[in-house]
C-alpha cells in the first residue's frame, strides 16, 4: 500500500502550453462582453482559477454573480479547446512522461494532482499532453476548496482527505509531497507541514523558490527526483 502522496500541480510543471490559458480567458471575455476586454492587472501563475475569473469580472467592470462566473468558465473552456488543437502549443516539460510512469511503476507512492484549474480545464490541458488525468488517484481542482473565498492553502487538506477515504487509513503531513512552479505552490505545502519539490519551469527561479524543500531546474533527472520523493 502507497505511504506516499505526491500532489503535481499542473500549469508550468506537468505542462506547458504557451499561455494558451491566458489568451483563451481573454478570447472568452472578448466574445462575451467587448473588445476592449483586459487580463492587464491580473495575476495568473499559481492561483486559484475561480479566483482568476473573479479578478478578470472585476478588473473589466463586469458584476460578479453565479451567472457572470459560470459564462465566462463556459466560453473559457471553449476557447481553450481551440487554442490547444494548434500544433506545438501544448506539450509536457522535460521527464514529465518518464517521472509519472517511473513513480506509477514503482507504486510506492500514490499519485495526485493540485492545480488551480478547473477540472474540465486542467483534464484539457494535460490530454493535449498525453497525460491522463485519471492516471493521478487523488484529483484536486482549483473549485474543490470548501472555504468562501477559496485559496490554494485550503487544497493540501482536501487531498489529504481523499486520500484517507480511498486508503481507510490516515496519511501524515510529511509523507505529502507538493510539486509545483510557484512561490503558492511552496506556501501551501509549508501551511501543513508538507514537503515542497519546487521546479524553476515557470516564471520563478531557483532562488524565488528557496522556501521549499528541493528546488530542481526541472523534471528530467528522474532518477534522483524519484528517489527524493520516495525518500
Ligand atoms: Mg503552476
Redesign the pocket.
Known sequence: MPDRLVLF?????LVTTSRAGIRSLQDAGRELYAREFTIDGVEF??RLDPLIIDDLLAANGIGVTERSRAELREAYGRHLERHLKVDGKASALPGVHRLIDLLAGEGAVTLGLLTGNFPETGRMKLSACGIEADGFAVRVWGCDSPHDPPARVDLPLVAMERFERMYARSIAAQDVTIV???PH?VACAKAHGCRCLAVAT?MFDAGELAGADHVVEDLSCTAEISAWLRG
Not at 500541480?9 to 510543471?13: F, G, K, L, P, Y
Request: net charge negative; no cysteine.
Open positions: 500541480d499542473i500549469d508550468a510543471t501563475a499559481g509545483g512552479d510557484t505552490d515557470g
